[in-house]
């Protein structure tokens, strides 16, 4: 059986990986972090799209039967725009996210974090609106949570201190629910749940993906039960980094790392 193609600007799309592992032991999955050119979050649209189609066509060449894309800001910038030119089934982080908060809140005030690039997009409120149009959205881009999570500041001073400057127009808008709009903010959630306060529903998307990808392959008779499957990781540029990180973000070692040019 084929593969399952997974892509990210780089490593964080390891917190979407881990689900997919975890719910699909079965699978065969190739993960494509694009190191060399991350971050997606600060490029322009057009940018973005074409990094994107680069990668959609690095995975087809594995022949895949479907992709994950695990990025935030590809989900929300380029596949609105590239989703219908592709057979393959792509399969994005938003609507998943956003279908769990608005079953989420109750009192219909969800906050999103994200990238520059997400957060410009407006595709969180776009898709939550289309949900429920009585649904307040407040939005707020926090760039200097990734490489707090890259460098492995996942908690003390300096990150609650700035958790909480992004954070205070949410909570004054007073959210009862908040989408964590990119791949690395799921390692950030004790902090943020610190500064928000234990009310405040934290949504990652990770496992409704993966909910998501067993449905379609379940639809179309391709899922892969039998057996133990392979996991193989490629990166744009330095593998060494990407093995070092992905244990941070997978909680287990990466072994098969090989750099490619997509
Ligand atoms: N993977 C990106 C996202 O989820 C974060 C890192 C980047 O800016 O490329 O939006």
New binding site residues.
Partial sequence: MKPIGVF???V??LTVARELFRQLPGEDIIYFGDIAR????IKSRETVIRFSIDNILFLLQHEVKLICVA???VSSVALPVIRNHFKVPLVGVIAPAVREAVYATKNKRIGVI??HG?IKSHTYETEIQHLDPEIKVFTRACPLF?PFVEEGWLKGNVVKDVAQTYLKPLKESRIDTLILG???YPLLKPVLQEVLGKSVVLIDSATQVAVEVKKILGTDGALNKKRRGKHKFYVSDNPGWFQELAGRFLGEKVKDVAKCIS
Avoid: I, K, L
Avoid at 38 to 41: A, D, F, R, S, T
């Fill in positions: 990210d600007s780089g964080g799309g991350v971050p997606y979050g990025c935030n800001t994200g990238t997400t990734v990119c791949t690395h």
